[in-house]
T-cell receptor, first 115, second 117 residues
Framework: EAGVAQSPRYKIIEKRQSVAFWCNPI?????LYWYQQILGQGPKLLIQ????????DSQLPKDRFSAERLKGVDSTLKIQPAKLEDSAVYLC?????????????FGPGTRLLVL | AQSVAQPEDQVKVAEGNPLTVKCTYS??????LFWYVQYPNRGLQFLLK??????LVKGSYGFEAEFNKSQTSFHLKKPSALVSDSALYFC???????????????FGKGTKLSVKP
């Protein structure tokens, strides 16, 4: 089965510019996550979707970050305007059903460098 | 609040020797524990998880982990390391709160495993 797809793989922008990332989860997976992984740290959850609804966005910096999953499949994460501290790897993950026992499957990530 | 600690930034072992990557956790409810591995420029790959039952969990690529409730630990182990095991390993915990609601998956900061030939 195909894994989680993400694009682009790398992005370099200047501060105050905007950027968007795309994620296509594993087919049939209703739950989708976006994580931010800063160098030297573990991934930190930004937002969780269940189908096209937001379950948890408590750690999403909503003044500059936004995410959507309009049709309950693909998702986009946007940063506008970007700051230097947004330099990180943005990981998308999906799972077939939410729950404490769920296994999340991760995409390769998008590495963002903000200059 | 729940948290995960990986006390070692780096672990170095010789090929063929046993390896241990340490993880301790702190949760207020019952813990669900996970190990993931990350190769350079790749996403995280699931290795194994502890839900309930047998304290020794077997996972992918010959890895296993032992859940120790009294020590709040979930150390990752492998009897004989391979050079190809060299990667970044992340421990993660999710707490199941009393009443059944689940918390988010919280990751440790990672441990770099280096296996030398």
């Amino acid at each position: 089965e195909a894994g989680v797809a993400q694009s682009p793989r790398y992005k370099i922008i200047e501060k105050r510019q905007s950027v968007a990332f795309w994620c296509n989860p594993i087919s049939g997976h209703a739950t989708l996550y976006w994580y931010q992984q800063i160098l030297g740290q573990g991934p930190k959850l930004l937002i969780q979707f269940q189908n096209n609804g937001v379950v948890d966005d408590s750690q999403l910096p909503k003044d500059r970050f936004s995410a959507e999953r309009l049709k309950g499949v693909d998702s986009t994460l946007k940063i506008q305007p970007a700051k230097l501290e947004d330099s990180a790897v943005y990981l998308c993950a999906s799972s077939s059903q939410p729950g404490a026992q769920e296994t999340q499957y991760f995409g390769p990530g998008t590495r963002l460098l903000v200059l | 609040a729940q948290s995960v600690a990986q006390p070692e930034d780096q672990v170095k072992v010789a090929e063929g020797n046993p390896l241990t990557v340490k993880c301790t956790y702190s949760v207020s409810g019952n813990p669900y524990l996970f190990w993931y591995v990350q190769y350079p420029n790749r996403g995280l790959q699931f290795l194994l998880k502890y839900i309930t039952g047998d304290n020794l969990v077997k996972g992918s690529y010959g890895f296993e982990a032992e859940f120790n409730k009294s020590q709040t630990s979930f150390h990752l182990k492998k009897p004989s390391a391979l050079v190809s095991d060299s990667a970044l390993y992340f421990c993660a915990v999710r707490a199941v709160r009393y009443g059944g609601s689940q918390g988010n998956l919280i990751f440790g900061k990672g441990t770099k495993l280096s296996v030398k030939p």
